[in-house]
């Protein structure tokens, strides 16, 4: 669900997937810590302790879709050369710095601290739309148990 990837068809075909075709979008949504619109701002690999790891730096843009706030004025997003997402970003990472694109993130316990895992794709008002709408079946929920 936070599995450190952007959507394929935002990448491919560079449109957001319906939020009807993806069945993890309300449990994603639900589960999300912050949902934002980001813009990617740099792309690079560097080496990791477990070998190479590409980085995507993005930055919030505007107000947050759900969840609060965030603290942080920028993100570093990682894609280990262990996640099956790995070469396609090597292919394709450059291609996507200054894009826009709504970024699920959940902060997980790691084993030395607190570790951003993410999901993103590409901006749509429907996302947005039905993003907002989750979140407030949730409050609305949340106020009449």
């Known amino acids: 669900m936070f ?4 959507d394929r068809t935002s990448l491919d075909a560079g449109r957001a997937p319906s939020p009807g075709s993806d069945p993890l979008f ?13 813009r990617v701002t740099s792309f690079l690999t560097q080496r990791g302790l477990d070998g190479p790891v590409h ?7 505007g107000d ?7 603290s942080d004025t920028a993100f570093d997003l990682q ?4 996640n099956p997402f790995f070469q396609v970003m ?4 450059q291609q996507i710095v200054q894009r826009t694109f709504v970024a699920y993130l959940k ?13 993103m794709t590409s901006e749509s008002p429907e996302v947005i739309q039905a993003v ?6 949730m409050e609305v929920r949340a106020s009449n148990p």
């Not at 599995?3 to 952007?6: A, F, G, K, P, T």
């Not at 309300?26 to 980001?38: E, G, I, N, T």
């Not at 980085?55 to 843009?61: A, D, F, S």
């Not at 090597?90 to 990472?93: L, N």
């Open 3 to 6: 599995d450190d990837r952007i």
């Open 26 to 38: 309300r449990k994603r949504a639900q589960a999300s810590d912050h949902v934002l619109r980001v």
């Open 55 to 61: 980085r995507l730096q993005v930055v919030p843009i």
């Open 64 to 70: 947050p879709i759900a969840g609060p706030r965030p």
């Open 79 to 82: 894609i280990p050369q262990s």
């Open 90 to 93: 090597a292919a394709m990472g």
């Open 107 to 119: 902060r997980f316990s790691g084993p030395i601290g607190p570790e951003l895992h993410w999901f």
């Open 132 to 137: 907002r709408e989750v979140h407030l079946l």
